[in-house]
T-cell receptor, first 114, second 115 residues
């Protein structure tokens, strides 16, 4: 069965510092890959997704992620953290060619301090 | 355009009681999904409706959970009788298409606490 691993349940960065949230998936066939963000008291919102084509994907709010098949990774980055980026981030996959059933990682809570 | 809405936002019930959660998807979205997040763990798939039909209910924990989607619009998820381990946040999501690359739009969730 497919699984998603997010390294680090909590990450803390300074405002202006690089944000790096790690995600690895287990699958012999590259799935579709997603990053969702959940702000307090809100639903999950799609940040970006990888389906096919260019492996560097740009999303909203200055985030981007790179699909690396050889490493089975889809790490999320942002060059400069802002206080408003404080939220919980979820990496998820769906099996390519299948129905749209998301398999999530456990989530990473990002704290941004002044 | 209104997003996915869920009701109630919070529910606290005693073990053995019944609770019904409701989800209203985005208008026109045929596909509706239920997920659950137990404290500190990953969000897990429960089931998938296409219109009023259950496409995949492989994630439903047991027969104490009953999901319906009458008329292919809103959906309800009933837990009867509730157990302590049912506590968690229940999310609903909807999409227009059912392809694996389609974005799912999530509601804010219902936080269920079973005492």
């Amino acid at each position: 069965a497919q699984s998603v691993t997010q390294l680090g349940s909590h990450v803390s960065v300074s405002e202006g510092a690089l944000v790096l949230l790690r995600c690895n998936y287990s699958s012999s066939v590259p799935p579709y890959l997603f990053w969702y963000v959940q702000y307090p008291n809100q639903g999950l919102q799609l940040l970006l997704k990888y389906t096919t084509g260019a492996t560097l994907v740009k999303g909203i709010n200055g985030f981007e992620a790179e699909f690396k098949k050889s490493e089975t990774s889809f790490h999320l980055t942002k060059p400069s953290a802002h206080m408003s980026d404080a939220a919980e981030y979820f990496c998820a996959v769906t099996p390519s060619g299948g129905y749209n059933k998301l398999i999530f990682g456990a989530g990473t809570r990002l704290a941004v301090h002044p | 355009e209104a997003g996915v809405t869920q009701f109630p936002s919070h529910s606290v019930i005693e073990k053995g009681q019944t609770v019904t959660l409701r989800c209203d998807p985005i208008s026109g979205h045929d596909n509706l999904y239920w997920y659950r997040r137990v404290m500190g763990k990953e969000i897990k798939f429960l089931l998938h409706f296409v219109k009023e039909s259950k496409q995949d209910e492989s994630g439903m924990p047991n027969n104490r959970f009953l999901a319906e989607r009458t008329g292919g619009t809103y959906s309800t998820l009933k837990v009867q009788p509730a157990e302590l381990e049912d506590s968690g946040v229940y999310f609903c999501a909807s999409t227009q298409g059912d392809r694996a690359y389609n974005e799912q739009f999530f509601g804010p969730g219902t936080r269920l606490t079973v005492l």
